[in-house]
């Protein structure tokens, strides 16, 4: 019996002993799946013919939301957006919002009460994989009938993308509903970029790097400089978002095909657009592990990476201590501005050793993110699913105004019928404050054709295709995104399990190695032998059997 095995058993065992947590809803023992069909038979509301585009009811109306989110999500309930939102539609929803740092033990605890939330917002709480077990639980409903019936617009969303084979949960149900996004430039398929202060460039005399070895002769120059007021300059940071996964492994050519924002943490697999392959144990992850090793251990890397929240690392950012980082456009963690003047610029992708230059592809529709659950407790999924049908609307401008704020306060249309970002008001220290104090930009909402014909490339989106285009970012994307696969209940067990043991174990190692705490290459045959105990080739032959499956599907 091996340890994969092993701990199958264990897991089947606790599960036994604690089934009145994973109890569904009312108490009872949680069924396979709560189907929305049955669901709708305690359903309070009724179909009602109306003009309004906003109708649900006719009549107020009431729905728990959990979210986990950033710290400027704190005052979302009274955000014009929302308020606005609630008097048009008489839904009012009470939010139990938490930080994201919380965001899985929350989660958990809720999922283990009773009542639940109505429903889950946002893709911060936890991942496809994870909503698809919660739905085979039993804990959340199929959305599917519900869908088919009562939300025309986001039938329409999925039929466009193809999202019944996206988002089925390999038994015929959806538990998620994603963000779709049709309309960014073609960059914006590129997840994140390399950023430098250009101010500290020049201050130290040297050259824009292009490969990794002159990105470390860079940051050992900026080693030791200081800020105006004092302050030490890190060479290289990064957040727990965009991390250097997303940029300097591919330089070793490696990217992780199943990591990003909108899949939680990674699981060490590479797509090449036929298989699906290990990490972890191949020789440029090796080397990889030995690049960040000097950046670490000769303090050319902020030793806080594996601890920092977004909240610090932005803070550092914005305080002009970090030289480099990587993140998504940048602004976030330096301001807008200052990337839009050229205080901080792209580096362009970097080649590697042999001279490799790779990077990781997104999911330009997002449509692997769990942006919306419905809970088995709510009591009526059907006006819920009427009121989120509402987001992908594009006739109407909920998704427009939950994306760039109010109309007529964040935006406005110009002659030519396109939306036209107001000036940010002095009170604001730059545009994303002032976005952020009207909405937050989260959640489910289809923004397509229609909605795009009406937003210019400008603004961020404009100022990320040119980062990554002057970059030479698009054309490093080789690989393929992965498409969002669905996965046996005997599958999702032992996934479980590898994302605990497997992925524990190779993130202890990396970091240990990085830091110094272990010598890779005296470590590396032990290494080995402890992933294929750890189930790593199991790990690649359940993905290898649901992408044949899911290309079986044609």
């Not at 030791?224 to 330089?251: C, H, Q, V």
């Not at 610029?345 to 659950?373: H, M, S």
Request: glycine share 8%; with cysteine; proline share 5%.
């Amino acid at each position: 019996m091996n340890i994969l095995t092993k701990r199958i058993f264990s897991l089947a065992l606790a599960a036994a002993l604690s089934i009145t947590v994973l109890a569904g809803c009312g108490g009872e023992k949680a069924p396979e799946s709560v189907s929305a069909e049955t669901t709708q038979a305690n359903a309070v509301s009724t179909t009602v013919p109306s003009d309004d585009p906003y109708f649900v009811t006719g009549s107020p109306i009431s729905f728990s939301f959990a979210a986990a989110g950033p710290a400027q999500w704190s005052g979302f309930p009274e955000l014009q957006f929302v308020t606005e939102l609630e008097k048009k539609t008489q839904v009012h929803i009470d939010w139990n919002l938490f930080p994201l740092e919380v965001a899985n033990e929350r989660v958990g605890v809720l999922m283990a009460s009773s009542p639940r939330p109505d429903a889950f917002w946002a893709h911060n709480n936890f991942s496809r994989m994870q909503a698809d077990i919660y739905g085979k639980q039993g804990l959340l409903i199929d959305l599917k009938p519900l869908i088919m019936e009562h939300a025309p617009h986001i039938k329409a969303a999925f039929d466009a993308i193809d999202g019944w084979k996206a988002l089925d949960a390999g038994n015929g149900c959806i538990y998620a509903l994603p963000a779709v996004d049709r309309g960014y430039p073609e960059s914006s398929t590129v997840y994140s970029e390399l950023i430098i202060n250009t101010e500290l460039l020049k201050e130290v005399g040297m050259e824009m790097p292009t490969t990794t070895e002159e990105y470390y002769e860079v940051l050992k120059a900026f080693k030791g400089l200081k800020t105006e007021d004092g302050r030490e300059i890190i060479p290289f940071s990064y957040g727990p978002l965009y991390n250097y996964g997303d940029m300097l492994r591919g330089a070793f050519g490696i990217v992780d095909s199943t990591a990003g924002p909108a899949m939680m943490d990674g699981m060490y697999l590479q797509y090449d657009g036929n298989t699906v392959d290990t990490i972890a144990d191949k020789d440029n992850y090796k080397e990889f592990i030995k690049y960040m090793n000097r950046l670490s251990t000769e303090g050319l890397m902020d030793p806080e990476v594996y601890t920092q929240d977004n909240n610090m690392f932005n803070a550092k950012g914005q305080a002009g201590q970090i030289a480099s980082f990587v993140d998504w456009g940048g602004w976030g963690v330096v301001t807008q501005d200052k990337v839009e003047d050229g205080t901080y610029d792209v580096v362009p992708v970097l080649a590697g050793p042999d001279g490799t230059k790779l990077t990781q592809n997104r999911y330009t529709l997002n449509r692997n993110r769990c942006d919306f659950c419905i809970t088995c407790d709510c009591k009526d999924p059907v006006s819920l699913i009427k009121w989120v049908d509402l987001f992908y609307n594009e006739d109407i401008e909920v998704g427009l105004e939950d994306v760039f704020g109010p109309r007529g306060v964040n935006w406005n249309y110009n002659d030519k019928g396109e939306l036209e970002k107001v000036p940010t008001p002095d009170k604001y220290a730059n545009y994303s404050e002032f976005l952020n104090a009207y909405t937050v930009s989260s959640g489910p909402y289809c923004l397509y054709e229609k909605s795009y014909s009406k937003i210019p490339i400008s603004g961020t989106k404009q100022l990320k295709a040119d980062l990554d285009q002057r970059g030479g970012y698009v054309d490093a994307a080789k690989y393929p995104v992965l498409p969002t696969l669905s996965f046996t209940d005997e599958e999702t067990e032992q996934l479980t399990i590898l994302r605990t043991d497997l992925m524990d174990y190779i993130k202890s190692f990396e970091a240990s190695c990085i830091t110094g705490q272990k010598d890779v290459e005296a470590e590396w045959d032990n290494h080995l032998t402890q992933l294929e105990k750890l189930g790593l080739s199991q790990l690649r032959d359940i993905y290898r059997a649901a992408l044949d499956r899911y290309n079986a599907k044609g």
